[in-house]
């Protein structure tokens, strides 16, 4: 019902930048919670920053001061501005949207997009 499309990731050197984007579509009624995660190589999941509707942000120490998240709510899109980028900054990064539904009355139902990799050379 719904589906979240990642772009973005790829190869930077140590220091680099790079943008992320997720952009949600089907059947929204609301977005509430958009978020991204990241997981590397033989590690758990991890939260990296969550945006609400109304633009209060919320960051992982390890984001603090070089990462920025940002959402455009009339195109269903949140990002993910990255900055000073390091070697433990490679990893798998996942958008999540807590959603409403325009099919069902009740509830918000959180979906993920598939990953895209970010790899820092050092």
């Known amino acids: 019902q719904v589906q979240l499309v990642e772009s973005g990731g790829g190869l930077v050197q140590a220091g680099g930048s790079l943008k992320l984007s997720c952009a949600a579509s089907g059947s929204i009624l609301s977005i509430n919670v958009m978020a991204w995660y990241r997981q590397a190589p033989g590690k758990q999941r991890e939260l990296v920053a969550t945006?609400?509707?109304?633009?209060?942000?919320n960051y992982a120490d390890s984001a603090k001061g070089r990462f920025t998240i940002s959402r455009d709510n009339a195109n269903n899109t949140v990002y993910l501005q990255m900055s000073n980028l390091k070697p433990e900054d490679t990893a798998v990064y996942y958008c999540?949207?807590?959603?409403?539904?325009?099919?069902?009355?009740?509830?918000?139902?959180?979906?993920w997009g598939q990953g895209t990799q970010v790899t820092v050379s050092s």
């Open positions: 945006i609400t509707s109304s633009d209060s942000t």
């Open positions: 999540s949207a807590d959603v409403k539904l325009r099919t069902t009355a009740f509830g918000t139902y959180r979906y």
